[in-house]
């Protein structure tokens, strides 16, 4: 990737009013506003953020010769509205973005140029570049659209229940959760030539769904809400479904931010949540593995890499509490933590 930061490297320790109680790594150059996206490389240990601040940053992440995460700013663009997604081309050479200017971007991150793809009546809240070459895009207008780069006319559009507010792929599945607590499941590989889900539900959840992810073998899928709470739902066998409270203290419920699989875990995921907090769950077993502590502000974001050995979390104002409470002087901050073999022992859900 082109370099438009001098070297920079990350560090541990206290930062900006964050008390880094995990002594995880701190990425440098951090956005000016809370990160609304989270996406790694498929190919190499580039991270990439999108913010409310408008821009897109990319880091490449390594490790020491010790085993300690080191990190560099490599590149950074801006858009003319907050961006609620990006994700990476399976072959790492582009970036998809999408948020409040309606549109869905395209990023040539060697050569530098960017495409507008195509553009949705509302803003865009999920982005995802499918391995077949094409674009999915769910948008708060109620539709999920696939889009071809080379044409700004969508390939095909699907009218969904609602707004849609998380979406996850796993080619050749996508779940996409809309309000009003709907799922649904599409195979994108025929989406194209047959726009109707292959499953749809409802949330077991009593409020509105705040984040996704399916299951490794895409039999199911996780889900949080504001509520303190997650759900493990399978869609082949419906009463192997679950629901389990998490992050909570006393009568104070926190929303659960972000969740995600592990990638080589085939049932250990992570949830991260506005308590500042993130946690490691073991679903078949029922068991949590590891709860960590508190950065204190919210996580807005958080993402395994690819081989899962890193573990990408972003913590700063959390933009669904509304703006009355907001403030410039909260901080912003990326950390990576990396995952040991000790932190994958086995502990009961409480």
């Known amino acids: 990737l082109p370099s438009h930061f001098p070297s920079d490297q990350g560090r541990t ?11 995880d790594h701190v990425l440098p150059k951090s956005p000016g506003d809370a990160v609304s996206c ?3 490389s498929p190919t190499s240990n580039h991270l990439a953020a999108s913010a409310w601040d408008r821009t897109v940053r990319i880091w490449e992440v390594t490790r020491d ?29 582009w970036l998809a973005t999408g948020g409040c200017h309606n549109r869905v971007c395209l990023r040539d991150l060697h050569a530098e140029k960017e495409l507008n793809v195509g553009i949705h009546d509302k803003p865009v809240k999920s982005v995802t570049l499918l391995e077949n070459g094409l674009i999915l895009s769910g948008s708060w207008d109620s539709t999920l659209r696939l889009w071809n780069k080379n044409q700004q006319t969508a390939v095909q559009t699907i ?5 849609v507010y998380a979406m996850d792929v796993k080619y050749p599945t996508a779940v996409v959760a809309t309000a009003t607590r709907r799922i649904l499941a599409f195979n994108v590989e025929t989406l194209q030539h047959a726009p109707v889900p292959d499953w749809q539900g409802e949330s077991k959840l009593e409020m509105q769904t ?13 889900l949080g809400s504001p509520e303190g709470r997650c759900s493990i739902h399978h869609m082949t066998e419906s009463s192997r479904s679950f629901t389990f409270k998490c992050h909570r203290d006393g009568n104070h419920v926190s929303a659960i931010n972000a969740v995600d699989f592990m990638p080589g875990k085939q049932n250990v995921f992570a949830t991260a949540g506005s308590d500042g907090s993130f946690i490691y769950w073991e679903k078949n077993l029922k068991h949590r593995i590891k709860p960590f502590s508190s950065c204190y502000y919210p996580i807005t974001a958080a993402k395994f890499n690819t081989s899962g050995d890193l573990f990408a979390y972003a913590v700063g104002y959390d933009w669904s509490q509304g703006p009355d409470l ?12 990396h995952n040991g073999d000790s932190e994958l022992s086995r502990r009961p859900f409480t």
């Open 159 to 163: 009218s969904l229940p609602d707004r």
């Open 65 to 93: 010769a010790l085993g300690s995460v080191r990190s560099d700013a490599v590149a950074s663009y801006s858009a003319d509205a907050p961006l609620l997604s990006c994700c990476f081309s399976h072959d790492g050479q």
């Open 326 to 337: 907001f403030n410039f002087s909260l901080p912003n901050e990326i950390l990576v933590h």
């Open 38 to 40: 989270l996406s790694w």
């Open 210 to 222: 705040k984040s996704i992810s399916l299951f490794p073998d895409r039999s199911g899928f996780a």
């Open 13 to 23: 320790g206290s930062v900006h009013g964050i008390s880094n109680p995990n002594q």
